[in-house]
């Protein structure tokens, strides 16, 4: 198994973990702070505090982090920190869970609302550019938690924390249901966070059993990284990969105080923003 370390101590339990278009890395705590860590110190800024815990965060082309908050908003964070609710309600009503957010190719931001544990009441949400939001796919999902887009953009991947498993939904609009990318079970319990890497393996957070795993393109599941006492990963949750090639996977430890990294034997592949 691949060596996890602690990149980053003194995070009050972190949820989220981004990284912005300078390679610095984000991360939100449990009483609503934004950190930016310094590259060369790994000591942990906090650079505003928002209403509630932050749960994902992904970044504009403009280098602005949108914070999926547990207040059920979505608020939008510049590099000053004087934050900004962006979307707080679809088609009329509150959002549901907002949980975590990732940019597609033409700037639209896709949102997974967890809805009630264990659904299923999870949906996605879509905010245009112009930033219309709606109901892009109401599942069912069974607590829609981490997301992530394939390489060429036809699919949105959704964990799902309540039944262990990844689905994955058109990109084209058609709203056909949910498909299995696992069964319901194959994956360690509570799956969280998803990343892509260069080859197109699919890196799966285990909130239960903080533990890192990978689905390769043919489905099948690899055991990256584990750790039973939770020294080094605990309570696992975002993933995100970083480093000037990507060759970093940085990793959000709710049940800790830290932020953990890991070189994969694969580097990542750039996100869409």
Known sequence: MSQVEVYSAGLDHPE???????????????????????????????????KAMAAGLAFDRQGRCYVCSQDNTIVRVPASGEWEVFCDSVDG??????????????????????????????EIYRISPGGEATVYHSGPFYYANGLAIDQEARYLYVAQTATDDVV??????????????CPPGALLPMPDGLAFDADGNLYVTSFGASALERIRPNGEIELV???ERGLTMNRVTNCAFGGPDLELLFLANLGGWHISVMTPDTPGRPLFC
Do not use: H, K, M
Not at 24 to 49: H, K, L, S
Not at 94 to 122: E, H, K, M, Q, W
């Open 16 to 50: 989220c973990v981004a990284i912005d278009p300078d390679g610095r890395v984000w991360a939100g705590g449990e009483a609503g702070q934004i950190y930016v860590i310094d590259p060369e110190t790994r000591q942990p800024e906090v650079i505003c505090q928002l």
């Open 93 to 122: 009503r509150p959002l549901r869970g907002p949980n975590f957010p990732a940019f597609g190719p033409d700037g639209s931001l896709y949102v997974s609302g967890s809805g009630d544990y264990p659904g299923p009441t999870g």
């Open 168 to 181: 994955r939904v058109p990109l084209d609009g058609s709203g056909i249901p949910p498909q299995q990318v």
């Open 225 to 227: 990284a584990r750790d």
